[in-house]
């Protein structure tokens, strides 16, 4: 499951992120009670069957004193923690705590300094500051993974940022994400085809020795992980989905319930969420993100589709 200590950015300079980046008032969090929030949490977990917390959007280190405290006061043999991350913010403080409590980092990079720069509007010392923070991380072992965004105007360098980053790395295993709602063209999705076709033939030959996560991801709404989320007001909804700017009005309709509300409020409405309440849920989402991007949205699932493709042959 997601938790979202704050949906500020400390960059905010990604072209391709749709994040609404404001917090919203949140009593809950400015009074956390541990021990309440303990109780409400294992009752997701229980439901989910989900161990996993993973502290995302938009830079949980904004926010790292917060993390300090849930993670500090969880049963870690209950639990394993991930954060995504920029890496900006890291210090070495943080990682004696990472490496304390084996925390997992997810690192948002997309490689050469070229790319890297482009997608993210980054100066070119913050992108070299990047790569001099994930060696650090390295130093320290800390366990992590690279989220790799590709986009239209980089998929013909997909292949060479892969190649760039096997030699660079020791634990080599990715999140690549085509990213969506940037008007991918049947030129630009035949390139994405061309450099995955080269991609397999790369790793069938061990050219490159690397490991996609997404195989291990099942996602049923399109383009969207369909995985618990506790926004940063301590609302709680069933898809990744409710953080975008175009779906702001629309995620109260598919609210889980409230960590602001009393155990036996959430008990409840936990209990009430069952399979055909998910399948309504995640029907509606589709429906809504047909509709708003309707002159879009058959070239983003064929991205997807043409991803799908090329790991199912890996």
């Not at 720069?117 to 509007?121: A, F, N, V």
């Not at 096997?166 to 080599?172: F, I, P, Q, T």
């Given at each position: 499951m997601i938790i979202v200590?704050?949906?500020v950015c400390n960059t905010d300079k990604c072209w391709y992120c749709w994040v609404l980046k404001k917090d919203f008032e949140n009593i809950y969090f400015k009074n956390l009670n541990i021990l309440d929030f303990k109780n409400k949490l294992e009752l997701l977990t229980e439901k989910t069957n989900d161990n996993e917390i993973r502290f995302f959007w938009w830079e949980p280190f904004l926010k790292f004193e917060i993390i300090k405290e849930i993670i500090s006061w969880l049963d870690n043999d209950k639990y394993n923690y991930t954060i995504n991350t920029n890496l900006s913010l890291i210090k070495d403080d943080y990682l004696v705590f990472l490496k304390k409590y084996n925390i997992k980092l997810i690192i948002s990079c997309n490689w050469d300094l070229y790319s890297h720069?482009?997608?993210?509007?980054l100066e070119k010392e913050k992108t070299i500051l990047l790569y001099q923070n994930i060696e650090k991380i390295i130093k320290y072992w800390i366990r992590y993974q690279i989220n790799i965004v590709t986009t239209p105007k980089i998929v013909d360098r997909l292949r060479k940022n892969l190649h760039f980053i096997?030699?660079?790395?020791?634990?080599?295993i990715f999140n690549l994400l085509p990213v969506n709602y940037n008007w991918w063209t049947n030129e630009w999705l035949l390139e994405f085809k061309n450099q995955l076709s080269e991609i397999e033939k790369d790793i069938k030959n061990w050219d490159l020795n690397i490991h996609f996560i997404n195989k291990d991801v099942n996602n049923k709404v399109s383009l969207f992980n369909s995985e618990i989320i506790i926004d940063s007001d301590w609302k709680i909804y069933p898809n990744m989905v409710i953080i975008e700017k175009f779906f702001e009005v629309e995620k109260k309709k598919i609210q889980i319930t409230d960590f602001n509300k009393t155990y036996t409020e959430i008990q409840k409405n936990i209990n009430n969420y069952d399979t055909e309440t998910q399948i309504i849920y995640e029907n509606y989402i589709n429906k809504v993100l047909n509709k708003k991007f309707e002159d879009i949205i058959e070239n983003d699932n064929e991205s997807s589709e043409i991803f799908s493709d090329f790991l199912s042959k890996i």
């Open positions: 200590p704050t949906r720069c482009l997608t993210r509007s096997n030699r660079r790395l020791w634990w080599k």
